[in-house]
């Protein structure tokens, strides 16, 4: 017979141990929670730094996606008139072919071939050679382009729905490059909210003088590889003072390569939109060799693009909060430079 004994009941001892090992262990979380240091304003801003670069990343991958994005907006639009416009003249020849077929059918006369290109698809019907030998010549003709034209606009709408369908991929790449950003400026501002007043106020006084140091800067004398080095660089140099915007091309407001962009236009030279893409725009140089007017890549994803300004300056669209300025190119990662 089974046992109906209850179960023992802890004893008080027990109780008070266990009660007594929960409180200790939330008393120590919370004195190590109370423990864990604040970070240090040189740290926060290290911390926003690394953030920056990862939205200036993701703002490349945002420029690109936006240029792809304009192009099979212009490709599908192309693709969508041709498609309107061969079914317009597919059309106009089934409307001459079904005339001849009328003429026959009131003459009594309609040819039994021709009864069979009317109730179905002209392919089939060419597929039959020994009805096609019963057609007149014209009407042969008018068949073979027909089934043509159908074949034609068949792959033209088959192109179209692809290219749709790159769009909305596209489209959508655009909006979590977007969202990527948004999310990395908000952890740097949330970063930068949680040091104090007097330590914002220091940040921010340090940024104003990095900006305003433009005028004192010293590039030494040292001569741009061409004339389109040269006009690009001091395009660049009307921009100083701009702010830094993701996804800016000017002439308000730029991110680091549509500054650049910017720059050789205005020398005569087109740019690709992306820093990336502009570092296979020329000649890649080493650090040794470069010359005002040369641009010069940072960060081992190349995601940030500048023009060399001489005596190891950088003329640039560094990151939010920022804008357009000089600075030492030892401030970054160089990765190589480009001669245009």
């Known amino acids: 017979m089974a046992s109906h004994r209850r179960p023992k009941q802890p004893s008080r001892t027990r109780v008070t141990v266990f009660t007594a090992t929960a409180a200790a262990a939330v008393a120590l979380s919370s004195q190590a929670a109370q423990a864990a240091p604040k970070p240090s304003k040189d740290e926060v801003k290290s911390q926003v730094d690394k953030l920056y670069q990862q939205a200036e990343s993701a703002t490349q991958k945002y420029d690109g996606a936006k240029e792809d994005q304009s192009k099979l907006q212009k490709e599908v639009s192309d693709l969508q ?11 106009k020849l089934r409307k001459g072919l079904g005339a001849v077929a009328s003429d026959q059918y009131r003459s009594g006369s309609l040819d039994p071939s021709m009864q069979l290109f009317l109730s179905g698809d002209p392919d089939t019907f060419l597929d039959k050679a020994s009805t096609l030998d019963q057609l007149s010549g014209h009407q042969a003709e008018q068949l073979r382009t027909i ?6 606009l068949a792959q033209e709408r088959a192109e179209a729905s692809k290219k749709m369908q790159d769009l909305a991929d596209t489209r959508k790449a655009l909006g979590d490059r977007k969202s990527e950003i948004q999310g990395k400026l908000a952890k740097a501002r949330a970063l930068l909210n949680s040091l104090t ?12 003088r990095a900006n305003r140091s433009n005028s004192r800067v010293d590039l030494g004398n040292a001569l741009p590889s061409s004339q389109r080095a040269a006009a690009a660089l ?14 800016a091309t000017g002439p308000s407001s730029y991110d680091c390569s549509g500054l650049t962009g910017f720059a050789y236009a205005q020398a005569g030279v087109s740019l690709p939109r992306t820093s990336q893409q502009q570092a296979n725009a020329g000649t890649r140089i080493g650090m040794s060799q470069l010359k005002p007017g040369d641009l010069v890549l940072f960060n081992s994803d190349l995601s940030h693009i500048g023009l060399y300004a001489g005596n190891g300056m950088v003329l640039h669209a560094p990151h939010p909060g920022a804008s357009v300025r ?12 480009v001669r245009v």
């Open 234 to 247: 001091e395009a660049a140099k009307t921009q100083i003072g701009k702010p830094y915007v993701y996804g």
């Open 326 to 337: 000089y600075e030492p190119m030892g401030n970054m990662t160089f990765e190589f430079g």
């Open 147 to 152: 089934a043509e034209k159908q074949r034609h």
């Open 81 to 91: 008139d041709k498609v309107a416009r061969g079914q317009e003249e597919l059309n």
């Open 197 to 208: 007043e007097k330590e914002r106020q220091q940040l921010a006084q340090e940024q104003a």
